[in-house]
């Protein structure tokens, strides 16, 4: 394929997170196929949660205008958010939508099982495609075939509340750059204002994502690959014991991390929303406009850079809009135009993005949130100067979380089976978190036997 240009950081419209369809037209289970006359009703994965009002307004928006200006395509869309093991079941069965919203974990098991569509002549149309970002596109792509389009990226970083860095006694400018620093500041949050300070999540897959993250900063990695292809644990190592010691010890003898250890990331998000939590990982700018809708104060949110145990490293990953292979011609010719006319356009075409920017801000959704770009940096670089007159968002308080992705090496999350490995190590995370007398070495030995069980099924 045409050669792609290098990652940048740059500012962006957010647009909230997005999800997919529940149920289906009568025809095949990606949509209505063409009847002849010309029209075709494609499912897609997209409408944000009903629970935010101005994104839902926003997006309904862009299908009435989208539908306007292709009326041969009518456009279907849910908010139930993608699960492997719901979505395995309907794309086996042919009832899974049209557009695939997944994360990037997804496609190599997708493109194994010819469970996408090879788009390819369509996508390579678009005059954004030549600029997508090569780090993402090289999991979407085998040879000339192309398999997805990348929405957003992401890669974990810190996220804080900086009121309760100044009440503890914190420079709010200069956030912890090491997990000692990590645990030292914790405490002191906690001892302070009798917060959590630093908050942890464990369940829904979650906390294996967490320990695979941390391990990454440690140098370690999850699994490995030999010459005959068979992959095996990697995980029952060094780095992965010092995470899990140190989650040990700040739950058990800093008493840093509160009681509420056995949550998934909605939940920590409340928390830190309602300012009950001084500091926690994710991927700050996909939290932030969740952040800001569910009241919480621009001024209070702090991103830093991923905390790190000498690897300088963060796990990096995607979210990929993907065709599913039922598709007619005409049903991936619409899909692709719809990709094109809500993930791309604004954030490529210039007068668009300014439009979007516009009509964002007024609608009270945040516009200039630092991001890691899908796109290059000549084009982002045009792109930032488009939406200038709306950013609406502090973006001097992404700052340390934005000048860390430069230096850092970007680790993809497992290249297989990804979300059943993070599964296998939840309870090795609630172990440790719930129960003081955790045998980490024990646990690991577990896990690695019950990981290399499932990755005996991936050659």
Not at 132 to 138: K, Y
Not at 438 to 458: G, K, P, S
């Amino acid at each position: 394929m045409q050669e792609r240009t290098r990652r940048i950081i740059a500012a962006a419209v957010i647009v909230p997170a997005l999800a997919l369809i529940t149920g289906c037209s009568a025809g095949n289970g990606a949509g209505d196929a063409d009847n002849g006359d010309g029209k075709v009703t494609i499912t897609v994965m997209g409408k944000p949660a009903a629970t935010n009002t101005a994104a839902v307004q926003l997006f309904e928006r862009q299908v009435e205008e989208f539908e306007a200006a292709n009326p041969n395509i009518t456009i279907e869309a849910s908010d139930v958010p993608w699960d492997a093991k719901t979505f395995a079941t309907r794309l086996a069965g042919g009832s899974a939508p049209t557009l695939l919203r997944v994360p990037l974990t997804e496609p190599p098991a997708l493109i194994e099982r010819g469970q996408v569509a090879d788009i390819a002549s369509v996508a390579s149309k678009l005059d954004s495609f030549k600029d997508l970002n090569p780090r993402v596109m090289q999991f979407l792509e085998q040879g000339d075939a192309v398999y997805g389009i990348p929405e957003k990226s992401y890669a974990f970083g810190l996220v804080y509340n900086r009121d309760l860095f100044e009440q503890a006694g914190l420079d709010p400018d200069s956030p912890p750059q090491t997990w000692d620093e990590v645990r030292a500041a914790a405490k002191k949050i906690s001892d302070a204002t009798g917060k959590t300070g630093f908050g942890e999540i464990s369940t829904n897959n979650s906390g294996g994502w967490h320990l695979t993250g941390y391990d990454y900063t440690y140098g370690g990695k999850m699994i490995d690959q030999s010459a005959d292809g068979t992959w095996t644990a990697a995980f029952n190592d060094d780095a992965s014991r010092e995470v899990l010691q140190m989650w040990k010890d700040m739950r058990w003898t800093d008493d840093s991390l509160g009681d509420n250890v056995l949550g998934k990331q909605e939940d920590l998000v409340a928390e830190f929303t309602a300012g009950n939590v001084g500091m926690w990982v994710t991927a700050p700018p996909d939290v932030y406009p969740n952040y800001i809708a569910a009241g919480g104060k621009p001024e209070a949110f702090g991103a830093g850079p991923m905390p790190q145990g000498g690897a300088d490293a963060t796990l990096a990953g995607a979210t990929v809009l993907m065709v599913n292979a039922t598709a007619t011609e005409a049903e991936k010719e619409a899909a692709v135009k719809w990709i094109d006319w809500r993930a791309l356009r604004p954030n490529y075409d210039l007068e668009v993005a300014a439009e979007t920017a516009k009509a964002s801000a007024a609608d009270g959704l945040p516009v200039g949130v630092p991001v890691a770009p899908i796109f290059s940096a000549e084009a982002y670089s045009a792109y930032r100067d488009a939406i200038a007159d709306y950013v609406n968002v502090p973006v001097d308080n992404f700052a340390p979380y934005t000048a860390s992705l430069d230096e850092f090496e970007y680790v993809p999350e497992p290249a297989v089976a990804s979300q059943e490995i993070y599964a296998a190590l939840d309870p090795v995370v609630q172990s440790v978190l719930t129960d003081q007398n955790a045998d980490i070495d024990a646990l690991l030995n577990d896990a690695e036997q019950r990981v290399n069980q499932i990755l005996a099924q991936h050659k």
